[in-house]
T-cell receptor
Framework: GQNIDQPTEMTATEGAIVQINCTYQ??????LFWYQQHAGEAPTFLSY????GLEEKGRFSSFLSRSKGYSYLLLKELQMKDSASYLC??????????FGAGTTVTVRA | IAGITQAPTSQILAAGRRMTLRCTQD?????MYWYRQDLGLGLRLIHY???????GKGEVPDGYSVSRANTDDFPLTLASAVPSQTSVYFC??????????????FGPGTRLTVL
């Protein structure tokens, strides 16, 4: 099975940087995903890591360390529209996704 | 291109009634999934299908059934709804092509309330 932990809530100021950590314990690993979910909407894909290291996509970056069972999502130059839940999910060897409970990020003016 | 559509958007249902949630994708993805999302618990997999004609059980399958008669459609049926099935239900699909192309894409969700 999978055990995925991430903080419940984070608050930051517009223009700042926020780092959302995710730790996982899995019985098999085929990649780690980050999704963004605005209130009342569907999750949307942000990033995918399968090798150790940093993947950068504009204002968002995601990091993975497989040996430590650790990932983080870095949101830079925060904007009000970044207020949302961020979901960490691990893909197992049988291609099932297991999700953490999500981190709600609130961006203040 | 619609991606994934779900119907209905929301539904209030009496306990004991039968209900089918519909999901259709037009991306020709091999795999489809049903999740439920409850406050504080995150998304949990109910059932999945890796290809048309096959289905499998996820983390919380009890009280639900699915079928996959073709590539595009993956309906979820609650045979006799109970209040604990009140949730938001998301359908998703993926290519299952490996090499980073296993990203799951989600439908807009169905908000179901069982009274």
């Amino acid at each position: 099975g999978q055990n995925i932990d991430q903080p419940t809530e984070m608050t930051a100021t517009e223009g700042a940087i926020v780092q959302i950590n995710c730790t996982y314990q899995t019985s098999g690993f085929n990649g780690l995903f980050w999704y963004q979910q605005h209130a009342g909407e569907a999750p949307t894909f942000l990033s995918y890591n399968v090798l150790d290291g940093l993947e950068e996509k504009g204002r968002f970056s995601s990091f993975l360390s497989r040996s430590k069972g650790y990932s983080y999502l870095l949101l830079k130059e925060l904007q009000m529209k970044d207020s949302a839940s961020y979901l960490c999910a691990v893909l197992s060897n049988d291609y099932k996704l297991s999700f953490g409970a999500g981190t709600t990020v609130t961006v203040r003016a | 291109i619609a991606g994934i559509t779900q119907a209905p958007t929301s539904q209030i249902l009496a306990a004991g009634r039968r209900m089918t949630l519909r999901c259709t994708q037009d991306m020709r993805h091999n795999a489809m999934y049903w999740y439920r999302q409850d406050l504080g618990l995150g998304l949990r997999l109910i059932h999945y299908s890796n290809t048309a004609g096959t289905t499998g059980k996820g983390e919380v399958p009890d009280g639900y059934s699915v079928s996959r008669a073709n590539t595009d459609d993956f309906p979820l049926t609650l045979a006799s709804a109970v209040p604990s099935q009140t949730s938001v239900y998301f359908c998703a699909s993926s290519d299952l092509a490996g090499a980073g192309r296993d990203t799951q894409y989600f439908g807009p969700g169905t908000r179901l309330t069982v009274l």
